[in-house]
């Protein structure tokens, strides 16, 4: 079917608004958007544009991270008839004012966090989504949407790319151009319709930005021919990447090359950790030959990790090394990839999910021409190809001397069926793993200046098929002491003008007192790049004690419990590893923390999360013997009171409750005696993580019944009382995850921000640990704040009998922080509210 322009997708999500467009993440919650609310929240963003003078052909600057909103906003602008301006959420201001000013943007809609107020154009945070439509929600009729009258020869958007001068340079791209590429894909899916319906809803987890053409494909236009669900996950962890597969069930992952060669590390890390490697081994080699359906069955083992919805990796945005797609094809996932760049609107070739041929692109798409020059470069022409480039404030066509074929830049050849190899780049570019265009004359232009350094060349270091810019410096004193810090010092402030994917993350200090360089004074590029890959030879990251020195005190004592989050968050994402908290919370020295970025954990934590608990028998199984023994009993014992329950009314679940901690035994009773049933009957109770933990596993010295009397007292915790870890020194993260997949189940929460009982000769509380406005900051529910008097007089008098009267649960009225508040404000806010209940 020939559509109209790119609207026509947009018709599609009434007809399928019941289905998930959107899974994402909000702090530690989960969070899904329907197709109906796609289209009515797009609506509403409409008539804002339309309210603000936006006219049909204006440019509008959309910049932020994958989520709903942005997706949002991006229909909105379409269905306006203005062009989008999609930039990468980690572009340097400076670029995106550059790019600004050169598309002539009239608008700017980002992250609050991005947002800043700036003497061009008007700007307004997507963040502020829900209060905007509220008050603005449109008017019947479809007057303001004047993008439905679009043409396929209308300008949908304009992609920026940073070139050589550091100018910015805008692919335009119409609607034709997406449309040409989606109609033969859509051709395909027709082919498959009927199957679908036994896997619905297909699930795609997406790490590709939106701002790139590849990502848009898989992440805006593909899914709603399925009714498909797109999973944002922004992090760039693959631990977390398996665990959102696994949580959503996912059926696909759309990747860059990159994330996929740490996926594959991540299996060989739990296949050594899990002690399966011979096992492993074994099958991988009996697997060389076998028919492809009866992998996933030899390796059900590594697809368990996965879940069993999950079939396929679908690669872009750069080339998948050979190993990579074989591996994962040996143990039974479909790979697909396709070849594209931006002037193609994302595709020229893609492969087929079940008849690809290994370390091929694929074949042509349906609609283009494709052919290889004399000198082996990629040549295509078709709809697909961008009209021009966005210069100097209009549209600048592309040369059409060339009969309308595009010059690529690639080389490539075609096999006897049809299939594309990708041979390596013909253009002075640094492609990196993730797909992004890197030109080393911007990288060393910001490195010369740097007072430190005389020069500096800037190579491609070859990584799977993709390459990563490696910087070779000059120091104006490489003899002086601190060479390696002055250099490190260099690096760090030129990235610091640089966008976050061309910044330099492996250099190193030229050795000589000069590049080679040719009779008139250029460097000689392949005889430094052969230099420079003997000097780091097989070293990971050279440069990793020196930065490493950097993030850390000089005293690893001196952090509290909080900071080590914080710093453990940082080394993960600055090194792309997942870090065991529990041995980061014990290390003492920079060598210890070396060795974990250097060879990291397959574990997370050595805490265990029980979800077992929350299922409905073991729920229902809690509730009868709760009603059987232990109300009776507080009943009888404590009979306690409750004040300030009308603060509760009408308030629904699931909530955060803060309280006192005075015993171990009791506060949990009296809490879950004295609150409404509809918060008693989900509840899950946060606990010392050390001491449950020894509960579990009892240390091995002490007497096996006594062992085995701690493992039932564990059980029974668990069991009758929902409890999970929440440990004082570390797994504070997993903790907190596991705190918020709780609510995402319903379940209300009990927190004791003290970290530990009240044994103090005085009453009043133990500072609250700062951890808990992490927690709160994260999972974005009402926080009710609880305090137990009488309980500590009993203490002290060690009476097990109280008087009538004697106990209360004080109950404060729900609070809700404002977004921008910082972990340690809600800490003190909340132990201020619990004292003056």
């Known amino acids: 079917m020939r559509r109209a322009n790119l609207l026509s997708l947009f018709e599609q999500f009434l007809h399928i608004g019941g289905d998930v467009a959107v899974v994402q993440n909000r702090g530690y919650r989960r969070q899904s958007r329907t197709y109906a609310e796609l289209s009515a929240t797009a609506r509403s963003w409409c008539y804002v544009l339309a309210s603000r003078s936006i006219a049909p052909g204006d440019r509008i600057l959309l910049w932020g991270s994958n989520c709903f909103e942005w997706l949002s906003c991006f229909w909105a602008i379409l269905l306006r008839g203005a062009v989008v301006v999609p930039m990468d959420a980690g572009a340097s201001p400076d670029f995106v004012e550059r790019v600004t000013r050169e598309a002539q943007v009239k608008l700017i809609l980002g992250e609050c966090a991005r947002i800043k107020p700036t003497e061009g154009p008007s700007s307004l945070a997507y963040d502020d989504l829900p209060p905007v439509t509220r008050t603005t929600a449109p008017p019947p009729g479809r007057a303001f949407e004047a993008g439905r009258d679009s043409t396929r020869d209308d300008i949908a958007e304009i992609l920026f790319t940073s070139g050589t001068t550091s100018e910015p340079r805008g692919v335009v791209l119409s609607h034709g151009n997406f449309l040409a590429n989606l109609e033969p894909i859509e051709q395909g899916i027709d082919a498959y319709r009927r199957r679908e319906r036994f896997f619905h809803p297909l699930r795609f987890v997406s790490e590709v930005p939106l701002s790139h053409v590849f990502g848009q494909f898989m992440g805006i236009f593909v899914p709603p021919l399925l009714g498909a669900t797109v999973v944002f996950e922004n992090s760039a962890l693959p631990g977390e990447i398996l665990r959102s597969i696994k949580r959503e069930r996912a059926t696909v992952l759309v990747a860059v090359p990159r994330m996929l060669d740490a996926i594959r590390s991540a299996f060989e890390g739990e296949i050594d950790s899990r002690g399966w490697r011979k096992w492993f081994d074994a099958a991988y080699l009996a697997a060389k030959d076998e028919w492809f359906w009866y992998r996933p069955w030899r390796f059900r083992r590594l697809h368990a990790l996965l879940g069993w919805k999950f079939w396929a990796f679908l690669s872009g945005g750069a080339a998948l090394s050979s190993d990579t797609e074989g591996f994962f094809k040996r143990i039974g996932y479909a790979v697909v990839q396709g070849y594209?760049?931006?002037?193609?609107?994302?595709?020229?070739?893609?492969?087929?999910?079940?008849?690809?041929?290994?370390?091929?692109?694929?074949?042509?798409?349906?609609?283009?021409?494709?052919?290889?020059?004399?000198?082996?470069?990629?040549?295509?022409?078709?709809?697909?190809v961008s009209s021009g480039y966005w210069e100097n404030g209009a549209l600048r066509r592309l040369d059409q001397q060339d009969h309308g074929w595009l010059h690529t830049g690639d080389l490539g050849e075609v096999d006897s069926q049809g299939n594309l190899r990708f041979r390596g780049r013909k253009k002075n570019v640094i492609v990196t793993p993730a797909g992004l265009n890197v030109f080393p004359e911007d990288l060393e232009a910001a490195l010369r200046k740097q007072s430190a350094i005389l020069d500096a060349v800037v190579i491609a270091l070859e990584v799977g098929g993709n390459a990563e810019p490696v910087a070779a410096l000059l120091l104006g004193n490489p003899a002086a002491a601190s060479a390696d810090e002055l250099a490190r010092s260099a690096v760090d402030s030129a990235n610091a003008a640089l966008a976050d994917y061309q910044r330099i993350r492996r250099w190193l200090v030229w050795p000589e007192p000069d590049f080679p360089r040719t009779p008139t004074g250029k460097p000689r590029l392949s005889v430094i790049a052969s230099q420079a890959a003997d000097l780091l030879g097989a070293a990971r990251n050279p440069a990793l004690p020196s930065t490493l020195r950097s993030l850390l005190p000089s005293n690893l004592n001196d952090l509290s419990s909080l900071d080590r989050v914080e710093l453990l968050s940082t080394l993960e994402h600055r090194y792309n590893v997942e870090l065991n908290e529990t041995q980061f919370a014990s290390a003492q020295s920079l060598a210890e923390i070396q060795k974990l970025v250097t060879q990291p954990s397959a574990r997370r934590t050595d805490f265990a999360y029980p979800g077992w608990a929350q299922r409905a028998p073991v729920r229902l199984f809690r509730l009868l013997l709760y009603y059987a023994i232990t109300w009776p009993i507080t009943l009888l014992l404590a009979h306690p009171r409750a004040c300030g329950k009308q603060n509760l009314a009408g308030l629904k679940g699931p909530v955060l409750f803060v309280s006192n901690h005075i015993t171990r035994k009791v506060d949990i009773g009296l809490i879950l005696f004295t609150l409404p049933a509809r918060f008693r009957h989900r509840l899950a109770t946060a606990m010392g993580g050390e001491t449950l933990e020894t509960f579990r596993r009892p240390p091995e010295e002490w007497f096996f019944a006594k062992r085995w009397f701690w493992q039932l007292g564990y059980f029974s915790l668990v069991a009758l009382f929902n409890v999970y870890p929440l440990p004082q020194l570390s797994g504070f993260r997993e903790s907190f995850r596991f705190a918020g997949e709780s609510a995402d189940r319903g379940y209300s929460l009990v927190v004791f921000p003290e970290g530990t009982v009240n044994e103090r000769d005085a009453p009043g509380m133990i500072p609250f640990q700062p951890g808990i406005g992490l927690l709160t900051q994260n999972l974005n529910i009402p926080v009710v704040p609880l305090r137990i008097d009488g309980l500590w007089q009993m203490k002290r008098e060690h009476r097990p009998l109280a008087g009538f009267g004697e106990l209360t649960v004080l109950m404060g009225a729900p609070v809700v922080f404002p977004p921008r508040s910082t972990a340690q404000e809600i800490t003190a806010r909340l132990q201020r509210l619990i004292e003056d209940l």
């Open 340 to 384: 594209g760049m931006t002037e193609t609107a994302s595709l020229i070739s893609v492969n087929h999910p079940f008849d690809a041929k290994e370390g091929s692109v694929g074949k042509a798409l349906a609609g283009r021409e494709l052919r290889i020059a004399d000198d082996g470069e990629i040549l295509v022409r078709g709809e697909n």
